[in-house]
């Protein structure tokens, strides 16, 4: 490693590792197999009993009852007791996590897929505009009728009014006056979108969980360097809903066709109640659309191909949401041919984009994207 002296140059010394207790190198793995796990304290125990069994992860010193007991100790994980129906505990309880391990994970997830960003003071992106904003960008004009006196840079002010009257009898007018410029700061509302269908976990590949991190990392990213910015995040199976970022850890997939318009329309409803100017879904799914509620209640579904009827119905939305200035980004998590032919007539109605991809390199591709579109203005 490198360290720089008070000198002009670098000293290189060896770099020394991190130095991880016991309790430590246990959490990280306790973490990836909680999320894995949605939440379910007891599978993820089970899980890392096995791998202590292949890895000797532990030792007589330190077990994984010591590391259970302290998880309790730190605030991880709370023991809830089952009432006998006579409004006393039974002698058995459920370990649950608590909301400390639920940011936890946000964080986790957040480096683990965006690296270690830190907390930005603004908590804002900059946009090319420049006039009557919110941060100063380093350039001067004329003070003009109507400037905040809080933008004259007195320095630059002070400056002219040598140059233009002299240092004997010193002189300031509104001629000399110099404003800096500021720049406008960009918010956005984002929607994400996370499919949830049965196929999210088929064919012995887990996607769910890659999606999952995602929206974690995404939403740990807003909350802390972007707080003026929004992020809602829902599901969608056969039908559509909202769930809360404090979900995330426990979100898991269902027995569901994929009913792509239920989470469009979903999502447009939430943008409509913005009053932020840029807007935008993120769209996350592996599958084609094969569901549709009716006027009537009634589901129509349809898994062989892309049934036409439903396919147009999409299309719609997609059109809709370009009128309305939103565009879609949808991340693909699928390799078929037809499909990459649905979702580019999707991108094509709503002058969106798409990205083909496999689980690797997900989060990377989601928060390029959002970076991207935050520092420019998309209506």
């Not at 259970?68 to 006998?84: A, H, V």
């Not at 936890?104 to 960003?117: D, N, P, Y």
Request: proline share 4%; glycine share 8%; with cysteine.
């Amino acid at each position: 490693m490198k360290k720089k002296t008070g000198r002009t140059g670098f000293v290189f010394t060896k770099h020394t590792p991190k130095e991880q207790s016991p309790f430590e190198k246990l959490f990280e793995i306790f973490q990836e197999l909680i999320t894995h796990t949605s939440g379910d304290f007891d599978e993820a125990i089970d899980w890392l009993r096995e791998l202590d069994k292949e890895y000797k992860l532990t030792t007589p010193e330190y077990t994984i009852d010591d590391f259970i007991e302290e998880l309790k100790q730190k605030g991880f994980i709370r023991e809830e007791f089952r009432p006998d129906g006579k409004g006393h505990g039974d002698g058995k309880g459920k370990s649950s996590i608590t909301e400390k391990l639920e940011r936890s994970l946000r964080k986790r997830a957040l480096e683990q897929i965006f690296g270690k960003l830190k907390r930005s003071g603004a908590g804002n992106h900059r946009t090319k505009q420049t006039g009557r904003g919110d941060e100063k960008s380093g350039e001067f004009r004329d003070y003009q009728f109507g400037d905040s006196l809080s933008h004259i840079s007195m320095t630059e002010s002070l400056k002219n009014a040598q140059v233009n009257h002299g240092i004997d009898g010193f002189s300031l007018t509104e001629n000399d006056l110099v404003v800096e410029e500021t720049t406008f700061k960009a918010q956005m509302s984002t929607v994400l979108m996370i499919d949830i269908s049965h196929s999210m976990i088929l064919y012995g590949e887990d996607r769910i969980t890659p999606a999952k991190k995602v929206a974690m990392a995404l939403s740990e990213l807003i909350t802390t360097r972007y707080p003026k910015d929004t992020l809602d995040i829902l599901v969608f199976g056969n039908d559509a809903w909202p769930i809360k970022i404090k979900d995330l850890p426990y979100l898991n997939v269902g027995p569901y066709h994929t009913n792509t318009v239920a989470g469009l329309q979903l999502a447009m409803d939430m943008l409509r109640r913005k009053r932020n100017t840029n807007k935008q879904i993120f769209m996350i799914t592996d599958g084609k659309p094969s569901c549709l509620r009716l006027p009537d209640g009634q589901y129509y579904k349809n898994s062989n191909g892309l049934d036409p009827y439903i396919v147009n119905k999409c299309y719609d939305m997609a059109s809709q949401a370009r009128k309305l200035h939103i565009p879609i980004t949808t991340f693909m998590i699928a390799s078929d041919p037809y499909l990459q032919q649905f979702v580019d007539n999707f991108t094509e109605a709503n002058q969106g984009k798409a990205f083909y991809t496999g689980l690797q390199g997900l989060g990377e591709m989601i928060f390029t994207d959002y970076e991207t579109n935050r520092k420019k203005r998309l209506r």
